[in-house]
């Protein structure tokens, strides 16, 4: 019998500045701990959002407040877009000492942060999504120009800590995958949330409906992902012919039902990804 070889300890992330530590900036955070990182300074105003990591990182109201002398390798800004242009300027020092930017920022281009840090820094754009606070994030990511080969390197080090991760050639893509990535998990939950309403409908006790609901969308994410299978294959596996199923799909597939709806969805959020540009 042969024993399989120890897989390697992953080295610790490089020094990291967190700058906005909100759902999502937190969600990349809790991410990165679970994985192992060298320093995190985190540049937040509201105490209750860092107060669950207030014992692992170092905690600033204001980027003036950051530690003297600490140097991160990368700066990922995860405020708001609408908070860019008062935050970003602060951030100048950073790009001057060669710093990589990582922005998460909805609609926010390369050219229009490179401008706002200065005119040097080297952006990557990246489009992540909130199940990387367990480690199962999809992010897409485009590198600006400037952006080294060591450096979206590095970028790809620390989205990859926080689930799998695309590059894109072209940074316009990163609206629709705004739509579809960055603002899926929403998608899948209002799922679980209708699911449950409709149990109860149905005269499923409240608790047992918020159970079922639950481990149904979270136990076919399992599925799925460890299933070879398409999507399509593996629902056609739980319809059965002139079953429950077929019956509940017939509503849901209609013509002006759930495909259609959810291409206008993610038109809808593609067009405000666009406009959150400006
Ligand atoms: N939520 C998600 O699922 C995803 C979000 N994104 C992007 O991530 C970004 C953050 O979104 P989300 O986490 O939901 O938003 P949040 O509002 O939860 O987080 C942003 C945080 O940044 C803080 N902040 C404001 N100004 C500054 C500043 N100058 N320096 C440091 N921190 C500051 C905000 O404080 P205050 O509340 O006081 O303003 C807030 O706590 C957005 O740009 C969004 O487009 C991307 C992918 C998915
Ligand atoms: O709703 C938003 O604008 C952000 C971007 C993707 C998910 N949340």
């Given at each position: 019998m042969t024993v399989p070889a120890p897989t390697p300890a992953a080295s610790p992330l490089p020094p990291i500045l967190l700058v906005g530590c909100g759902k999502m900036g937190g969600a990349m955070l809790e991410g990165w701990l679970e994985r192992g990182v060298r320093q995190a300074v985190v540049v937040e105003p509201q105490p209750a959002s860092v107060a669950p990591f207030s014992d692992r990182v170092t905690v600033c109201a204001?980027?003036?407040?950051?530690?003297?002398?600490?140097?991160?390798a990368v700066v990922v800004l995860a405020t708001k877009p609408q908070q860019a242009e008062a935050a970003l300027p602060a951030c100048a020092a950073f790009a001057r000492a060669g710093a990589l930017f990582v922005s998460i920022m909805a609609g926010k281009t390369v050219a229009g942060m490179t401008a706002l840090l200065g005119g040097e820094a080297r952006v990557v754009r990246a489009m992540p999504n909130t199940p990387a606070a367990v480690r199962q994030g999809f992010t897409a990511a485009f590198a600006g120009p400037g952006v080294t080969e060591e450096q979206r390197a590095l970028a790809d080090t620390l989205l990859a800590a926080i689930g799998e991760v695309a590059w894109l050639e072209e940074e316009a893509l990163i609206d629709p995958v705004t739509a579809v990535s960055g603002g899926g998990p929403a998608y899948v939950f209002l799922l679980a949330e209708v699911l449950e309403k409709a149990a109860i409908e149905q005269g499923l006790p409240p608790e047992l409906a918020r159970r079922m609901a639950r481990r149904t969308v979270s136990g076919s994410g399992a599925l799925l992902a460890a299933s070879p299978l398409d999507a399509a294959q593996l629902r056609v596996n739980v319809t059965s012919p002139k079953g429950t199923t077929e019956r509940a799909l017939n509503v849901l597939m209609a013509p002006e039902a759930w495909p259609k709806l959810m291409s206008e969805a993610i038109a809808a959020a593609t067009a405000r990804s666009r406009e959150l540009a400006g």
């Open positions: 204001g980027v003036e407040s950051i530690p003297a002398g600490f140097a991160p």
